[in-house]
C-alpha cells in the first residue's frame, strides 16, 4: 500500500472533518526551531510540525482518534515535496493572488484587535509588516500545493459505489462516533429602513468628498472617524486586493469604472453606503478602500420587518407554503437561502450540524428551547456587518449520538471517499515525483518511514 494510502485509513475520521492540516504559524507558545526536513531548497521546521499537531489534535472529535506526529510530519513533508515538483513544473501562483489572500488574512487578524496595530504587535513580538511577511510565505505555499493537488486530481469524482464500497471496508468497529445532530434553517429579513436616512447619509458622504477634494479632510482620517465597516475603518478603509466577482455587484462596478486614486460617488449595496477609492487596477484583482455608513432601522421597521416573517410563518405552518421555498424565495440572507434556509458544515457539505458546529451562542440556546418541528418567533438580532436584523429559526430534525452509517452521514463519507481516492492517486504521482527532488530527514524522524511508497 502507498504512503498516501496508508494515510487515508489510518487519519478516515480526521478526514472527515477537515480536508488538511492548518499550517499557520502560532501567536503564542514558542519551539525550539531546527530544519528537520528538506525537499530540494524546500524547509520543514520543527514549529511548524508541533503547531500543526496542536491544531489537528484540538479539530479531532470525540470518538476520533487524532492524527501521530508522524503523520503530520509526513503530510508537511508531501506538502514541500510538491512545491519543488511546482517548481520543477513551472507551476506558480501570481503575487497578485497571494498578496489578495495576505491582505484579507491580515484584516482578520487586525479585526480581532480592533483595528489596533500596535496591540496587535505587542501580542505577537512582531510588527504588521513582519506578520504579513510570515503570512505570505505561509500562504503562497498553501496556494501552490493546492493549485499541484488540483492539477493531479482534476475530474475525479465518486459514484454511490465507490461510498458503499469505502464504507463497507471500514471495521464496524472503527466507524467514528458521531455526537448528536441537527437539521435547522432560518429566513431572515432585513428591514426596509426610510429613504431619508439614507439621503442624510449620502449627503453626509458628498460633504466628505467635496473636503478631500478641497484638501480640508484626508480620506483615510475620515474613514477611521465614520467608517462602520469594522474591518477595513480601523485601515483607513483599505479593503486589501480582491479579484473581480468577490465584493458587491454595486461595488465592484463602481470601483472598476474609477481611475487609479479616483473617489466615487456614493453607492448603495445590501452592506450599506459606500464612498469608494480605487487604489490600484492589477487586471483580474484590485484594491480599494471605501467609507461605510450603514442606515440604522428604526423601531417601526423593525415591527415591520417582524410583521412580515410572521405572515410566512403562519403560511409556512398551515402548509401553503414550504420552508425550504420560502428561504429561497424571500431571505434575505445569501449564506442560507441557497439551501432552503438551512445551514451547512463547510468541510462536509452537510445540512447536519453538531451543536458545537452553530458557532452562534444564541442558535445554540434558542435550539435547546425548542422542539423538532417548531418554528420560533421573528427573532431580532444584531449582524455586525449590517445592523439589526429579524429571523425565523425552523428545528427541522434532530439525531442522537450514533456510529458513522450510510443513511444518516452520507455525505461524510462521499466526502472521506473523494479524498481517499485523490490520496490513492496522489500517492502513485507521490512514487514518481520523489525521484526527482533531493529529500533530507532528520534522524529523529526516521522512524516515521516518511515517502516509503510501500
Known sequence: MNVLSRLSFTLFAFLLISPS???????????????????????????EV????????????????????????????INKLMVAKAEIDSLTVSDAEVMLQVENRFNQVMQQFGGDEATLAEAYGKTGDQLKSEIEDVIREQMIVKKMRDKITEGLTVSPAEVREFYN??????????????????????????????????????????????????FATLAKQYSEDPGSGPQGGDLGFFRRGELAPQYEATALGLRQGEISDPVETDFGIHMIQLLENRGTTFNTRHILLIPKASEEDLIMAEKYLDSLKREIQET???????????????????NGGFFKDPATNSIRLTLRTLE???LYFTLDSMEVGSITPPMRFEDPREGWKVRILYYEAKYPAHRANLQDDYEKLKAATLRRKEEELLGKWFVTAKEDVFIDIDPAYDRCNVLAGK
Open 50 to 77: 508541533q503547531q500543526s499537531y496542536i491544531e489537528a489534535v484540538a479539530q479531532s472529535q470525540q470518538g476520533i482518534d487524532p492524527p501521530t506526529r508522524c503523520q503530520v510530519f509526513e503530510s508537511l513533508m
Open 320 to 338: 401553503r407554503l414550504d420552508f425550504a421555498k420560502a428561504a429561497k424565495d424571500y431571505s434575505d440572507d445569501r449564506t442560507t437561502s441557497d
Open 169 to 218: 471496508s471500514i471495521s464496524k468497529d472503527s466507524l467514528p462516533f458521531f455526537s448528536a445532530e441537527v437539521t435547522v434553517g432560518q429566513i431572515v429579513k432585513k428591514p426596509d429602513v426610510d429613504p431619508r436616512i439614507k439621503e442624510n447619509m449620502i449627503a453626509r458622504l458628498r460633504k466628505m468628498k467635496q473636503d478631500i477634494f478641497a484638501g480640508n479632510a484626508d
Open 21 to 47: 492540516f492548518a499550517q499557520e504559524t502560532a501567536a503564542t507558545g514558542q519551539v525550539i526551531d531546527k530544519i528537520i526536513g528538506k525537499v530540494d531548497n524546500n524547509i520543514l521546521l520543527e514549529s
Open 360 to 362: 452562534d451562542p444564541v
